[in-house]
């Protein structure tokens, strides 16, 4: 199988031409068209010569995961099952915002961390993405926006769907070095954003290989609480966590945001808030209430409205910067791990030819 150019950076991509007696301003002319131009076929890359398309196309594959299933609700939430090349399948949510879009990308087939509020645990740890999984679905979301003729930008880009980011670091890291690549996808740092459920010593890793905007997804004010919805807690304490969070340089003086899953009766009382406030009052962050989107499968349910805004309001009366998320994509199984787990059961039905059609044939589109 031929390696996926994806998989390069510019200075490898250079070399590689070198060697085939290239100039270097050819290699920067390919990677504009795998990133900027998203090409799919190197027949498109019409300012290159066409013995090097065709000697970049005996070497390398420019191929994109399978759209297995795609679900956009009225507001413009689009979420995408993507079937990879081993028959793994991921999945990816392009999400509006007032004037531009966010891309929630997935890290890893699965994940490993446990949390009891996530149906991506459910179906635990398969394999880290590969680089070019990674920007793929970078790729995806801006064809889907060409091609439905959008005119808002995608913007920002979240490592926050399935699997734990900072346990796929090496790829991680030359996915974000890719993607902020002034002569490539040009995202700002402060629009790239990396959550995680609190590898402290990948943390500090992270401080110094590429600072960008942090995400710690806490989900509990307090020790106890968090071990039980979170197994990672049993190695790292909440004071180690907010160690490494001091540490952290803030990309151009912003804040780290600090993502909460409000379940009900679990972790929404006023007690709660009242410790997330003591826990974050003198620091530079942004709480980012998350409304649980309920599964059948999960044995949680989603806080009452009023009980939502009651915890918001406690911790802005501390002088704390506190959002509420938008529950976007209810209608479209758009919780991480939803859309995949109902795409594998499908895939396992008589009906499986008609869905894979309906997709080739853009039906489902």
């Known amino acids: 199988m031929k390696p996926n150019l994806r998989n390069f950076d510019l200075e490898e991509i250079r070399n590689f031409l070198k060697d085939l007696g290239e100039p270097s301003y050819r290699g920067d002319q390919v990677y504009h068209w795998i990133t900027c131009k998203a090409a799919l076929t190197f027949e498109e890359m019409t300012n290159l010569p066409k013995n090097l398309r065709k000697e970049l196309d005996k070497h390398f594959s420019l191929s994109l995961p399978e759209i ?20 793994e399948i991921i999945e990816t949510v392009l999400i509006p915002e007032r004037d531009h879009f966010t891309l929630c990308v997935s890290t890893q087939v699965g994940c490993a961390m446990g949390c ?39 913007r920002n880009i979240v490592f926050m769907g399935m699997g734990e980011p900072l346990a796929n670091y090496k790829n991680l890291i030359k996915a974000l070095k890719i993607l902020e690549d002034k002569r490539g996808f040009n995202f700002s740092r402060k629009r790239l954003t990396v959550s995680t459920a609190g590898l402290v010593e990948k943390i500090y890793e992270l401080a110094k290989d590429f600072p960008t905007a942090l995400a710690l997804s806490l989900h509990a004010p307090n020790d106890e609480l968090r071990k039980k919805l979170m197994p990672v807690a049993k190695k790292y304490s909440l004071k180690d966590l907010i160690q490494a969070l001091k540490a952290f340089p803030r990309v151009k003086n912003g804040r780290h945001t600090i993502e909460y899953v409000l379940i009900k009766d679990v972790n929404d009382s006023l007690i709660h808030a009242e410790e997330l406030a003591r826990l974050f009052k ?81 039906a489902v589109l």
């Open 68 to 87: 297995m299933e795609l679900q956009a609700d009225e507001e413009g939430t689009t979420k995408f099952a993507l079937k990879l090349e081993d028959g």
């Open 116 to 154: 009891t509020f996530c149906l991506t645990a459910k179906s635990g740890f398969k394999r880290n993405l590969e680089v070019y999984e990674i920007i793929s679905q970078v790729i995806i979301a801006k064809r889907y926006l060409k091609e439905k003729g959008v005119e808002l930008p995608l």
């Open 282 to 362: 003198k620091l530079p962050v942004k709480i980012n209430l998350i409304p649980f989107n309920p599964h059948p499968e999960l044995p949680y349910e989603r806080p009452e409205e009023e009980k939502i805004l009651a915890f918001q309001k406690h911790l802005l009366s501390h002088g704390i910067l506190t959002t509420v998320r938008k529950s976007k994509g209810l209608k479209i199984s758009a919780a991480c791990g939803q859309l995949r787990r109902r795409v594998i059961e499908k895939v396992l039905t008589p009906d499986t030819c008609d869905l894979k059609t309906a997709v080739r044939t853009g």
